[in-house]
């Protein structure tokens, strides 16, 4: 008889050595090993919970590693300048379409060329470096990396191109005086003599302050205007100003754009909230300096063009604000001529609720008084709007109450805007009858309808 047959036997490589193992001790070890890789990945979703793939949320914007040139080099003429970062950023900044409309040269001659390369910005001038100039590269805050995180502060490079790099320094605040507050982000450059090719170039900051460094002494002309398509220049309709100042070594100047117009301010709505009060508005800003007097107004009824008398005329804000001091007076003064015990209570109730607002307010003014003494991060307050806000809104108010019947014309004459010629208008005046009572809805005798 031949030679007995061998069990079934099968080789497996473990820990670099050929063994047998039987079917029975082949079942073991694969029952171990699946039980190791479900407890391994339990262990691993149980670290995982909440986190993504690959570690802790990145909300960090991008860090500046590096410029070259180096702020403060001379004598270099470098084919392009480069930001290096320790991320890779975005192509399509925050705030922003494209990386050109963050960047700034100053001084510059159009808008720049701009090169991505993943965690390089490469900037250059359209058409080269000028010699023995000395030049600002700033890309502005809002440059974010591939999540969005979006830089809060800006980032710049100042190198020339001959042996020196002027001191001299233009400060100053940015305002849109048509709204009455600081401009932020708003473009400003200055050209010195007759160069208007070559300007000057930066950008405000976020609450209205600019400056242009680095200049040589001489008389600037600044300009600001709000750029409001992005585009880096100045288009028809942008608000605008401009100042000419002369610099040794630092000067300061505000400046506040407004729109420029040649059509003045045209009157539009009117209406009367009641029967002695007629609210105009018109649709450009009035110059502050000319604001609306009586003299300038005529009212009068236009079946027999008799002049109807008038009182007073302010703008919309002072007298609201009046209007408001005046009812909280009047609700103090009843309160106070209440006798009863229920308005005692009430007195007694307005009042502690005044003495909690005070104190609530007092205590607040010393909690921020504490935290900016112990603060030790220089913050820097926005700049003051030192010019009266230009209305679009007036208040007229009548000498006597206007009649229903009556059908008046409003006269406008000699309006100035803050830009443009005077202009005279004129509307018609109607007082609105009363809203006729629902008659289906009766009053129930307990008060409230049914």
Not at 254 to 259: D, G, H, R, V, W
Not at 301 to 325: G, K, Q, W, Y
Request: proline share 8%; hydrophobic share 40%.
């Amino acid at each position: 008889m031949g030679a007995a047959r061998r069990p079934a036997r099968r080789e497996d490589r473990v820990a670099g050595r050929d063994v047998i193992a039987r079917p029975a001790a082949c079942s073991a070890v694969r029952a171990a090993a699946a039980v190791a890789t479900l407890a391994l990945a339990g262990a691993m979703g149980c670290a995982s919970q909440g986190m993504p793939p690959g570690g802790p949320p990145d909300d960090a914007p991008p860090r500046l590693l590096g410029v070259t040139p180096e702020s403060g080099t001379v004598r270099t003429s470098p084919s392009a300048v480069v930001f290096r970062f320790d991320e890779v950023v975005g192509e399509r900044p925050a705030g922003a379409s494209s990386l050109e409309q963050l960047v700034v040269i100053s001084p510059s001659d159009g808008v720049p060329s701009v090169s991505w390369g993943r965690n390089r910005i490469a900037v250059r001038p359209r058409r080269g470096w000028r010699p023995n100039t000395a030049y600002t590269v700033t890309v502005l805050a809002g440059l974010s990396d591939l999540r969005g995180n979006a830089a809060k502060t800006r980032f710049e490079t100042v190198f020339s191109t001959g042996a020196t790099i002027g001191n001299g320094v233009i400060r100053g605040a940015t305002f849109d005086w048509a709204l009455g507050r600081p401009a932020a982000n708003a473009r400003v450059d200055a050209t010195v003599g007759g160069d208007t090719l070559l300007r000057f170039a930066t950008a405000s900051d976020s609450i209205g302050w600019f400056a242009l460094s680095s200049l040589m002494p001489g008389e600037y002309l600044v300009r600001l205007w709000l750029d409001q398509n992005n585009n880096q220049k100045l288009d028809t309709r942008e608000p605008w100003d401009t100042a000419t100042v002369s610099l040794t070594d630092s000067v300061r100047t505000n400046l506040y754009a407004f729109a420029r117009d040649t059509l003045g301010a045209r009157l539009g709505e009117v209406s009367m909230p009641d029967s002695v009060t007629i609210r105009i508005r018109f649709d450009r800003p009035i110059d502050p300096a000319a604001s609306i007097q009586l003299t300038q107004l005529r009212l009068f009824r236009e079946r027999d063009s008799s002049d109807f008398p008038l009182a007073a005329v302010a703008t919309a804000a002072a007298h609201d604000s009046l209007s408001r001091r005046a009812a909280t007076a009047r609700e103090d003064s009843a309160a106070r001529a209440d006798t009863s015990e229920a308005g005692r209570r009430a007195l007694v109730r307005a009042d502690s609720m005044l003495r909690a607002r005070q104190r609530d307010s007092l205590s607040r003014a010393q909690t921020d008084s504490i935290r900016a003494a112990r603060d030790t991060v220089k913050r820097v307050p926005p700049p003051v709007f030192a010019r009266p806000v230009p209305a679009t809104e007036f208040v007229i108010i009548t000498g006597q109450p206007v009649a229903l019947s009556d059908t008046l014309r409003l006269v406008v004459r000699d309006v100035q805007a803050l830009a443009g010629p005077p202009r005279t208008g004129d509307r018609r005046v109607v007082r609105p009858r009363p809203q006729p009572r629902d008659s289906t809805q009766t009053k129930r005798p307990g008060g409230g309808v049914r």
